[in-house]
């Protein structure tokens, strides 16, 4: 299976899993609903490239208020996760750390129950959107342990750490840009070695008899 295709087949898994999760396992709450899916966002922020991860996470979160009926929620949805996920993978895709998986999809969830918050605001009042806060923190009190317990052990396989190199986006125009400056540095080193070699030569003749 070539790159490209398992690239593909592992964001369309993703955008599945969010989307199953988000819209059938859901918990009605005063205003919207809570799901585990924000579990398969966390893990998604460490297994895609940060592009592929925001799109899941925007693209399946939304599409699953589609299913579920809120489609009211959908606009703010498709923001809220997707700046959610952006936070999460730029702390902890390129070098996963637990404490960094904690405090980025930490620093996501907050974010995103934010964007919820102004945007039920706005809707409904804002008095009754602060008291649904409580209930909207339900998720990353379940994503944040859950998803980086689950990211944390999948670091340790091998297979996974070899899998996410292999789909990681390379920046050809930056790998440009360090491979010319080595024919550079290697060009000063010699410049600098032939002028050390020719005031060794100097310094020779000047002692000779």
Same mark, same amino acid.
Request: proline share 6%; hydrophobic share 55%; glycine share 6%.
């Given at each position: 299976?070539?790159?490209?295709?398992?690239?593909?087949?592992?964001?369309?898994?993703? =955008?599945?899993?969010? @989307?199953?999760?988000?819209?059938?396992?859901?918990?009605?709450?005063? *205003?919207?609903?809570?799901?585990? #899916?924000?579990?398969?966002? &966390?893990?998604?922020?460490?297994?895609?490239?940060? +592009?592929?991860?925001? #799109?899941?996470?925007? @693209?399946?979160?939304? *599409?699953?208020?589609?299913?579920?009926?809120?489609?009211?929620?959908?606009? &703010?949805?498709?923001?809220?996760?997707?700046?959610?996920?952006? !936070?999460?993978?730029?702390?902890?895709?390129?070098?996963?750390?637990?404490?960094?998986?904690?405090?980025? $999809?930490? !620093?996501?969830?907050?974010?995103?129950?934010?964007?919820?918050?102004?945007?039920?605001?706005?809707?409904?009042?804002?008095?009754?959107?602060?008291?649904?806060?409580?209930?909207?923190? *339900?998720?990353?009190?379940?994503?944040? +342990?859950?998803?980086?317990?689950?990211? !944390?052990?999948? $670091?340790?396989?091998?297979?996974?750490?070899?899998?996410?190199?292999?789909?990681?986006?390379?920046? +050809?125009?930056?790998?440009?840009?360090? =491979?010319?400056?080595?024919?550079?540095?290697?060009?000063?080193?010699?410049?600098?070695? $032939?002028?050390?070699?020719?005031?060794?030569?100097?310094?020779?003749?000047?002692?000779? +008899?």
């Amino acid at each position: 299976m070539n790159k490209n295709l398992k690239s593909l087949s592992l964001t369309a898994l993703f =955008a599945a899993l969010i @989307l199953v999760a988000t819209a059938y396992l859901k918990i009605p709450i005063a *205003l919207g609903y809570v799901h585990p #899916g924000d579990v398969f966002i &966390v893990i998604g922020c460490f297994m895609l490239p940060v +592009p592929m991860a925001v #799109g899941v996470a925007a @693209l399946g979160s939304m *599409l699953a208020d589609l299913i579920a009926g809120y489609v009211v929620y959908m606009p &703010v949805t498709f923001f809220a996760k997707g700046v959610m996920a952006l !936070a999460a993978s730029l702390i902890y895709y390129k070098k996963f750390r637990i404490w960094k998986a904690v405090l980025g $999809s930490l !620093a996501g969830s907050l974010i995103m129950v934010f964007a919820y918050f102004i945007f039920e605001g706005f809707m409904y009042g804002f008095p009754v959107a602060a008291a649904n806060i409580p209930a909207q923190l *339900l998720q990353p009190l379940v994503a944040v +342990p859950v998803g980086s317990a689950i990211c !944390a052990a999948l $670091s340790k396989i091998r297979y996974v750490a070899a899998l996410k190199e292999e789909i990681s986006i390379k920046y +050809p125009a930056l790998r440009r840009i360090s =491979a010319d400056k080595k024919p550079y540095d290697t060009m000063k080193v010699s410049e600098n070695t $032939s002028e050390n070699t020719s005031e060794n030569a100097a310094e020779e003749h000047d002692r000779e +008899p």
